[in-house]
């Protein structure tokens, strides 16, 4: 997201708040919304899928993770079987959104979560009509701003979005998309944006995290076999986990068991 997309001041309108509580079964819903959604995710999971230039596209947001969605955006969201969404949803009329606004940002003060919350409290509350009437919208601008203010820096700290996402689905094969998609940013545009941070490949730095991981995994046990290793860092097989270790740590796997037998 560029500053210059930002726009000086924040005027929305609160059109309808409430508690969602998703089914338990796959469900397939498709969406285009007349107003802006704001999805503030507190347990489950909620996935989406949209095409950008003829693209396949899926966002999967986890508790903590709040979701926009412009007016008239397209998309089909889905539930995931033991997993049922559980959110505050938030309907908003904003002409001003800025365009390049992320679909996804971790609230990671928990600013907005606890600000949709007192929302929904005040819009729930008859004896509070005329303080929600004062205070809704400011509460409603206060959480935009918050998930503005998220995004550019989720979009300037790009490298440790990486890591901690390499961390956290070490066993995954990870692909440049699931990046994209975890950014809340096109491929295009994620890439060129952490190319331009880190002057390095997201799947480098990825796959040098699991080089890394790889390593340790053998030096801490040398008796392990490369295929369960390979398996519990993503890797089709240990041919290629060789590969990948050579590659990214300058030494083989039979050089790093060698190693760890001689402690």
């Not at 997309?5 to 089914?23: K, T």
């Not at 003829?54 to 947001?61: D, E, M, Q, R, V």
């Not at 509460?139 to 901690?164: K, R």
Request: aromatic letters at 6%; a positive charge.
């Amino acid at each position: 997201m560029h500053k210059q997309s930002i726009p000086v001041r924040i005027r929305a309108r609160l059109l309808a708040i409430h508690w969602f509580p998703g089914p338990a079964d796959r469900v397939f819903s498709w969406k285009q919304g007349e107003h802006a959604h704001l999805v503030v995710v507190t347990g489950g999971c909620y996935q989406a899928h949209w095409d950008v230039a003829g693209k396949p596209n899926t966002l999967l947001a986890v508790p903590g993770d709040v979701v926009f969605w412009p007016a008239q955006a397209k998309r089909q969201e889905e539930s995931i079987p033991g997993k049922p969404l559980q959110c505050v949803s938030i309907y908003l009329d904003w002409p001003e959104a800025p365009r390049e606004l992320p679909h996804r940002v971790r609230d990671l003060h928990h600013v907005i979560h606890f600000l949709a919350h007192r929302l929904l409290a005040l819009s729930h509350d008859p004896a509070r009509k005329i303080l929600m009437e004062r205070l809704g919208v400011m509460y409603l601008n206060a959480i935009l701003a918050e998930y503005i203010s998220l995004a550019e820096s989720a979009e300037h700290d790009l490298e440790t979005m990486v890591m901690h996402y390499a961390e956290n689905r070490m066993s995954d094969r990870i692909r440049l998309q699931d990046l994209a998609d975890h950014a809340g940013l096109s491929v295009t545009h994620f890439s060129r944006s952490y190319k331009k941070q880190t002057g390095r490949s997201p799947i480098r730095d990825v796959q040098q995290r699991k080089a890394a991981h790889a390593k340790m995994m053998l030096l801490q046990h040398p008796w392990r076999r490369l295929r369960d290793v390979a398996n519990r860092v993503g890797v089709d097989n240990p041919t290629t986990l060789g590969r990948l270790l050579k590659r990214h740590t300058g030494v083989t796997a039979r050089d790093i068991k060698k190693t760890a037998g001689k402690r």
